[in-house]
């Protein structure tokens, strides 16, 4: 039977690229006379862009600053132990890096016995313990909290969760069993399942103290000046601590059960993490820490031995990483400033536009339309959505005033757009159409104007081919709602210069949007993706599957929305006419469903009755089709089959640079979930990729266990 030091030891050699956290012992005198103590300081030595994070190494330097204050404690030389973070740092948990290299389940059994071996001394020790949440702290940082007697936080404490589930694990060295002990199941399951599959929703100082995980809450300022000076009262017995008595009885069950009810209405059974925590969250009712914590040693390593996992880091890196370093973007010094911006158009969507930049850029926006009418409904919309930032305190009043004074309209397009730098047109998605308006604003623009489009599937080369100068022409496509999905197609016209192009991606970072580089090919990227899965869908609805039969079809994937419900939100309008832009490019892959062209011409909106997973009538009566009835998996496998298809040809292609910038697109633009690593890694798993295209997209070890 191996030790801990040798387990984690074994860790350590597979893992030499560890940034290593210390576990720094000082000893101090308590205010008040309350005795001798020992602080604990994890610090990996950086600053706080760098936060501190815990792998094999740093476990093992933990266990060692146990053993001093272990025997300090024994001997009587302390009254407590205390642990705390760098500045801004408490600690963010296991280091990822780390999870991806390990091919072996019994590696990942190591991690998660080591873990829990050297957090559980924190309880064991002869003297209370304290955990001083200083700053940011996730995952394994905050279980290292929950081991300890007691608790503080700070204030101005910005991020604290538990998003093991999120990324396709449970908590576990001790917060599946531990946190509902400390709190009760209810609110447990917010924390672990809720805020995980909410997009990793983060808690704040004020609300880790009102949830009870922390029995005290301290500004930032003299945070752990404060934090032992209550340390002293609690020793000395001046304060006592007392935690409501936790519910073991009927509530702990229907919580877990509401959990279950989240999970199925994010990741529909697709990914398994979250029905793991919920199961050792319900086995934890018990109290048994022991059976429990053996619980969550088990369920780590069979997770990190699972695709979802793997898919799960690979998406959370492209998202971290990839998206900040655009492959293929020019080099940022070729950026020319933007100090003011034109949006032709005063819809919905260029309304969204100009609200957008004002925010970001603080710069002068102006909206045109063809009417006044449209014009100062445009801009109405912009200040309305500034006053209702200002109601919810997002802007001071100050500050709403510059950004309504920044967005005005005018039908002269000479007048409005005379010095600004860069204007994109949100008009009538048809190339004579948008032409014709390049025409017009390229006469009245500066020389080193950027001529932006939002198409959504045209050619940038073919609206730019009959201007001056082609060569500032970029694609720049938004999806809607504008305000919430952060990617942003940025596409090369083939004569698009690299200035130009790094205006753009300039821009995109101003705008705080996830910049992806794509080629001037029919729908880019995203759309031409979702095109060809719909249709395929649509497809077979056509040919006689009943529409229930194949909304449902897509279910075990885990996406955020059935393909019935995506072409509600993208409009049937939008859906169909890009699907009629794809069939012009590639008929022999897109078809063009004479069913949707039948509700569009009929004008509706909604297939389904609002609120219900029902065929509206009048949509019904719409529908022409043939008696090939398919089955959920085979219309699955026809979908699979095609995304897999058209992937492989867009690479081919050059669309995008590799594989990973479709993940990206799809998982920014789409709301494609995690546990898919966006497509591709799935199709791997699954062997679509090879029965389609006779190879894989990404290389063995990448979003997969090494090999």
């Known amino acids: 039977m191996s030790t801990t030091a040798e387990l984690l030891r074994g860790a350590a050699e597979l893992f030499p690229d560890e940034v290593v956290t210390e576990a720094h012992v000082r000893h101090l005198d308590l205010p008040y006379g309350a005795g001798k103590f020992a602080l604990i300081t994890l610090d990996n030595g950086l600053d706080h862009t760098k936060p501190t994070t815990i792998g094999p190494q740093s476990l093992a330097n933990l266990d060692a600053a146990i053993d001093q204050v272990e025997k300090e404690a024994a001997d009587g030389e302390i009254n407590g132990v205390g642990i705390t973070g760098k500045p801004f740092i408490f600690a963010v948990g296991a280091d990822l890096k780390g999870v991806e290299i390990l091919a072996r389940h019994e590696d990942a059994v190591a991690i998660g016995k080591g873990g829990h071996h050297v957090f559980k001394r924190l309880a064991g020790l ?9 700053g940011a702290a996730m995952g394994g940082g905050v279980e290292i909290g929950l081991h300890c007697s007691y608790r503080t936080v700070s204030a101005a404490l910005p991020a604290f969760s ?16 531990l946190l509902p002990n400390l709190i009760g199941a209810e609110r447990a399951v917010s924390v672990i399942i809720e805020n995980s ?18 029995d005290a809450l301290f500004e930032g300022a003299d945070f752990l000046e404060e934090s032992l000076r209550w340390t002293a009262a609690v020793l000395k017995g001046e304060i006592e ?18 959990g279950k009810q989240i999970a199925d209405s994010k990741v529909h059974g697709a990914a398994p993490a979250a029905y793991r925590a919920l199961d050792i969250i319900a086995a934890a009712k018990s109290g048994d820490l022991r059976q429990g914590f053996m619980a969550e040693t088990q369920a780590l390593a069979d997770l990190i031995m699972g695709g979802e996992l793997r898919s799960g880091i690979y998406a959370f890196n492209l998202v971290q990483k990839r998206a900040k370093r655009p492959a293929g973007a020019p080099s940022k010094d070729l950026a020319r400033p933007v100090t003011k911006v034109g949006v032709v158009g005063a819809g919905l969507m260029a309304s969204q536009l100009g609200l957008l930049f004002a925010r970001r850029l603080e710069v002068p926006v102006v909206l045109t339309d063809i009417d006044q009418e449209r014009v100062d409904k445009g801009v109405a919309y912009c200040h309305e959505e500034i006053d209702k930032l200002l109601l919810k305190g ?28 860069f204007v994109i047109e949100a008009v009538f998605e048809e190339m004579g159409v948008k032409q014709k308006v390049f025409a017009e604003v390229e006469a009245v623009v500066p020389e080193h104007a950027i001529l932006a ?24 496509h938004f999806f809607n709602p504008v305000a919430i999905l952060p990617l942003l197609e940025i596409v090369r016209g083939e004569r698009t210069d690299d200035a130009s192009l790094a205006t753009a991606f300039g821009v995109a970072k101003k705008l705080k949007k996830t910049a992806v580089l794509v ?15 719909l249709g395929e869908v649509l497809r077979s609805i056509d040919e006689g599957t009943p529409v229930e039969v194949a909304d449902r079809a897509l279910a075990p994937l885990g996406l955020p929305m059935s393909p019935m419900v995506l072409l509600e939100l993208v409009g049937p309008a939008v859906a169909h006419h890009v699907a009629g832009t794809l069939h012009a490019a590639y008929p022999d892959r897109f078809a063009v469903s004479e069913n949707l062209g039948r509700v569009v011409e009929a004008g509706k909106r909604n297939l389904y009755v609002p609120g219900t997973q029902e065929l509206d009538a009048a949509v019904s009566a719409l529908f022409e089709v043939g008696d090939t009835v398919l089955t959920e998996e085979q219309v699955r496998e026809r979908a699979l089959d095609a995304i897999a298809e058209e ?11 590799e594989a990973q910038d479709i993940d990206l697109c799809l998982i920014t633009g789409a709301g494609w979930p995690f546990h898919l690593g966006g497509v591709t890694p799935y199709l791997d798993r699954e062997g679509v990729s090879e029965r389609v295209t006779g190879r894989r997209f990404l290389a063995p070890g990448v979003a997969s266990v090494p090999e």
């Open 126 to 134: 002869a003297v209370p313990t304290f955990a001083y949440y200083n």
């Open 162 to 177: 538990l998003p093991e589930v999120f990324l396709g694990l449970v908590p576990g060295w001790g917060g599946c069993v």
């Open 197 to 214: 599959l909410n997009q990793n929703r983060q808690l704040k100082g004020a609300q880790v103290y009102e949830l009870g995980i922390a």
């Open 241 to 258: 601590v007392v935690r409501p008595e936790i519910d073991r009885g009927e509530a702990w069950d229907a919580a877990v059960e509401r």
């Open 394 to 421: 997002r802007v001071n009043q100050d500050k709403a005033n510059r950004l309504k004074a920044l967005v005005t309209g005018s039908l002269d397009k000479a007048a409005a757009f005379a010095d600004a730098d």
């Open 453 to 476: 489009t939002n198409t959504s599937s045209l050619s940038v080369s073919e609206m730019a081919s009959q201007l001056k100068h082609p060569e500032r022409v970029v694609g720049f």
């Open 519 to 533: 080629k001037d090919a029919p729908a880019f990227v995203v759309n031409r993706v979702l095109t060809r899965f």
């Open 647 to 657: 992937i492989r040809l867009m690479l081919d292609e050059g669309v995008v640079a």
